[in-house]
């Protein structure tokens, strides 16, 4: 289709997924307003793309900005689930707001160069750390709103029931402008009195929740089936997601199909998160570990929304990451001995699938979307996926936010 009208910025000889021919992309008013051939100068400001591959900008739906980057304050924690949250236990104590900014403003921008327009951040609320962490977010999510959308969840990491205050603490931070509500329901004495209270709470303000759920690799018990019931009894659905959910790697085929089905008619949305449940899970079992991460390409496939997220990023929960959601799809992709045929599927696993679970509306490369878009190093989703091909530029809005020039080999 040829298009003569007038747009803020076009976006020149792209490649868009499901076309052979090379597009143009009008951008006005911050949203995408034509896809095909688009008449020389009808664009107030043109960007040659150069015949490489345009893709939604990356949706991070699960991380922790507040305990980023503290590897060089505790890399003795001594490994395992309990040792990392005792080891970030002890140090929120001593937290400021400043502190955790700096933290997360250098998490943030590391995302952004990788290509992360949208973010869900899981903030820890509790006595010890009060809403110091939380204070940092609202910052960040004001400072770099030109580049990425933050918002804020906040949640009880070492338990509710067990840990006066800490629901006060919560109800606070809603009403001072957190996003949503997340659970741990593992670490509580009462896990199930931790599940009812936040569905309380999250009527009571009218928000989304997302919990940290059955993160081991031992499928005898779990709290999945009682999240789905609370979802459906609350009427939910559509807005409570899981993360982790290792487990789901453990089961017999006829109890995971049970669960994938109970999924689907709840409206519970999973989230893996390959670095930590891969490092975390099964250290018992040493090189023989299995793979501990929810196989979320095949919820998918049957009805279920789902995400593949970054989690930790350099602390004692994952001493790894660059925040390259393009390397976590990769790495899910790999464990799960995905090849070419599924990368497309993986892909938007951290764009279109990842902004459905957030209810972003109108995400993609649609007519009328969002103009979050990103131009790759490379001419193809397999090539992009495959090779880990870096995103060269972005845009957020239509306002281009962050440039990312290719190495260049200097020949003697």
């Not at 998490?107 to 952004?112: G, K, P």
């Not at 085929?253 to 089905?261: Q, T």
């Not at 993609?364 to 878009?373: C, E, H, Q, W």
Request: aromatic share 6%; proline share 4%.
């Amino acid at each position: 289709m040829s298009f003569q009208e007038s747009f803020d910025l076009v976006l020149r000889d792209v490649r868009v997924k499901g076309c052979a021919a090379l597009q143009d992309i009008g951008v006005t008013n911050g949203r995408i307003a034509a896809i095909g051939q688009i008449a020389t100068g009808a664009g107030r400001k043109d960007e040659a793309v150069g015949g490489r591959l345009v893709l939604p900008g990356f949706v991070d739906t699960h991380v922790h900005l507040d305990k980023s980057c503290l590897l060089c304050r505790c890399s003795d924690a001594g490994g395992g689930l309990k040792g990392a949250i005792a080891a970030v236990a002890r140090l929120k104590r001593d937290y400021t707001v400043e502190d955790v900014y700096a933290r997360g403003a250098r998490t943030i921008e590391m995302a952004i160069g990788k290509g992360t327009m949208h973010m869900r951040t899981h903030v820890e609320v509790d006595p010890r750390v009060g809403l110091r962490s939380f204070e940092a977010m609202k910052r960040l999510r004001q400072d770099y709103a030109f580049a990425l959308d933050l918002s804020i969840c906040v949640f009880p990491q070492e338990g509710l029931t067990n840990d006066p205050g800490t629901e006060e603490l919560l109800e606070q931070a809603l009403v001072e402008g957190a996003d949503l509500l997340g659970g741990c329901p593992y670490t509580d004495s009462d896990p199930s009195g931790q599940m009812e209270r936040l569905f309380a709470l999250a009527a009571r303000h009218d928000v989304d929740l997302d919990f940290h759920l059955d993160f081991d690799l031992d499928p005898s018990w779990g709290h999945l089936e009682e999240i789905c019931d609370r979802t459906e009894k609350a009427g939910w659905g559509g807005r409570v997601a899981v993360g982790h959910v290792t487990k789901l790697a453990t089961m017999n085929e006829a109890i995971f199909e049970r669960r994938v089905a109970r999924l689907s008619q709840a409206g519970v949305a999973v989230t893996a998160l390959p670095s930590t449940d891969l490092y975390l899970n099964g250290r018992e079992a040493g090189f023989r570990a299995v793979r501990g991460i929810a196989p979320v390409h095949i919820l998918k496939d049957q009805g279920v929304t789902a995400s593949i997220a970054s989690n930790n990023i350099l602390n004692p929960f994952t001493p790894f990451g660059d925040c390259s959601l393009l390397r976590m799809a990769n790495l899910y992709a790999n464990v799960m001995h995905l090849g070419p045929e599924d990368f497309a599927a993986c892909l938007d696993l951290v764009s279109e699938d990842a902004a459905r679970l957030m209810r972003i509306d109108g995400y993609g490369l649609v007519v009328g979307a969002m103009a979050d878009l990103l131009v790759m190093e490379g001419e193809d989703e397999t090539e992009v996926f495959g090779g880990l091909g870096e995103p060269v530029m972005g845009f957020k809005r239509g306002r281009k936010s962050f440039v990312r020039p290719a190495a260049t080999v200097l020949r003697p």
